[in-house]
């Protein structure tokens, strides 16, 4: 148990590193510390929700590629191939087989450290978003 807890303590941290690490180059990028509070409350909102929807959409296409959405695609562009090779369709199979082949393969992960990760700086940047639209919107 302990091993386990510690895995998962050094996923969550990874998540954080890379989500971290998007963040900070949103901010080099966009110039943090160069402006008015006003312009740098807009970068630290932009920094925290691109590294959070992009986290968030990566852990959506996971559990939908774990789901076997993907596996139709998969079995097209394994077909085309095999079209072109000499002798490949000795080796065909039926989109049933195939299909239940792929899953029997398939490991379903239970943590859900990246998603975790990613609705956290998601969240902070929706309220940073909404700290600007209280405090900044419209005031000349």
């Known amino acids: 148990m302990k091993d386990e807890n510690k895995a998962l303590l050094i996923k969550y941290a990874i998540c954080f590193g890379v989500a971290s690490a998007i963040t900070f180059i949103v901010f ?7 402006d008015t509070l006003s312009v740098n409350i807009q970068i630290l909102s932009d920094g925290f929700f691109v590294s959070g929807i992009l986290l968030t959409m990566f852990a959506g296409m996971l559990y939908v590629s774990g789901e076997g959405a993907l596996i139709g695609i998969s079995f097209v562009l ?7 090779i ?7 199979e039926f989109y049933a087989e195939y299909r239940e082949r792929k899953l029997k393969a398939m490991k379903k992960s239970s943590d ?11 969240l902070i940047g929706v309220i940073l978003t909404v700290i600007w639209y209280a405090n900044f919107y419209n005031t000349k």
């Open 28 to 34: 080099w990028i966009k110039g943090f510390f160069t």
């Open 78 to 84: 394994r077909n085309i191939v095999l079209a072109f």
């Open 86 to 92: 000499p002798m490949g369709r000795k080796h065909h």
């Open 112 to 122: 859900h450290c990246i998603l975790m990760t990613g609705l956290f700086f998601l």
